[in-house]
């Protein structure tokens, strides 16, 4: 995609993209975009939306404003917009309590994840009612290959109470086959996760054009 607003064909800017299709069609960059207006003198509104989409994840959802003016084309009053953004949205949506019926009901939380350029793993953890507690990234790797350890997968929710989690990642090439490392790593996992007494409830692999789940598959077995 051009960076540049002027670059891009005008029905495909993300305002008129959000005029059109609603703010459901638009990526994490372009939402952004959006909260930030317009290029600054010498930097372009999708650049500095990609770098504060990168620190958003970076701090799990939540950096502060100094974080935020640390990054170049950011000051202090977009720092605040974005901030004040963020803050608003925790407040009034609340994944906790959500009701998991089958794991795929956990796909709205984690879709956006789907266009990153790296694979981020996600860990979602669940209460004895099948409720979401949280949901968290627990690496964020190279192109295909994150690196994941039960250590680290399981330290939160170990610390939540969780009964279950539903495990996740996206395939930035788009393609959702489980590659053997996929394979490896899901049943390292629900080996783990048997010896705490924390089950794994499935493993999802998504991407913008659609999902893979181990589950369905009959993989977990």
Do not use: W
């Not at 330290?155 to 590659?179: C, E, K, M, Q």
């Amino acid at each position: 995609m051009p960076k540049r607003l002027s670059d891009i064909p005008k029905h495909n800017r993300p305002r008129e993209k959000m005029v059109q299709n609603g703010p459901g069609a638009l990526g994490d960059e372009e939402l952004v975009a959006i909260l930030l207006g317009s290029d600054t003198k010498g930097h372009d509104v999708m650049t500095v939306a990609a770098r504060i989409v990168r620190m958003v994840d970076a701090h799990k959802g939540r950096p502060d404003m100094r974080d935020l003016q640390q990054l170049e084309g950011v000051g202090p009053a977009k720092a605040m917009l974005v901030a004040a953004a963020l803050e608003f949205a925790r407040r009034r949506i609340h994944p906790e309590g959500l009701k998991i019926k089958t794991p795929l009901d956990v796909l709205p939380l984690i879709r956006h994840y789907g266009d990153r350029k790296q694979e981020y793993f996600l860990c979602i953890s669940l209460n004895g009612a099948g409720e979401v507690i949280t949901h968290r990234v627990v690496s964020i790797g190279l192109v295909n290959q994150t690196q994941v350890h039960p250590r680290e997968v399981f330290a939160d929710p170990i610390t939540d109470r969780a009964s279950s989690v539903i495990l996740a990642h996206n395939h930035p090439s788009g393609d959702i086959t489980p590659s053997e490392a996929d394979k490896k790593v899901t049943r390292q996992l629900r080996e783990a996760g048997n010896t705490l007494g924390i089950t794994v409830l499935d493993h999802i692999i998504f991407s913008p054009k659609g999902h893979y789940s181990f589950l369905a598959h009959g993989c977990l077995e």
